[in-house]
């Protein structure tokens, strides 16, 4: 069974840096994009970046390009989001997710398997 964990989450100033961590077991996703979508309270599920497995390619929300890193560990197994100058309005839970295929998509609908999500806040 595919599980996505989350975590790294937490409260963090203005300005700060976060790296948040995304553990997936139960299959091989060689074969998979993942990726990182945000939620804020009353909002809409967002794209924030994406990463081709298998040859680290990356694609990111255009907003937040410069500020957010994708990347994978193959050995561990697991995805990090370095979010970097983040600022009050990054506030939001941030989900991983999976889909099958090659292709790079911010399409929330494409992805297959989703973890329980972790709170980021900013504070100002």
């Known amino acids: 069974q595919v599980q996505l964990v989350e975590s790294g989450g937490g409260l963090v100033q203005a300005g700060g840096s976060l790296r948040l961590s995304c553990a997936a077991s139960g299959r091989t996703f060689s074969g998979h994009v993942m990726g990182w979508f945000r939620q804020a309270p009353g909002q809409e599920r967002d794209f924030v970046a994406a990463?081709?497995?298998?040859?680290?390619?990356?694609y990111y929300a255009d907003s937040l390009k410069g500020r957010f890193t994708i990347s994978r560990d193959n050995a561990k197994n697991t995805v990090y989001l370095q979010m970097n100058s983040v600022k009050p309005e990054d506030t939001a839970a941030y989900y991983c997710?999976?889909?099958?295929?090659?292709?790079?998509?911010?399409?929330?609908?494409?992805?297959?398997?989703w973890g329980q999500g972790t709170q980021v806040t900013v504070s100002s």
């Open positions: 990463i081709r497995w298998s040859s680290g390619w990356t």
């Open positions: 997710a999976a889909k099958g295929g090659l292709s790079l998509s911010g399409d929330a609908k494409e992805f297959d398997y």
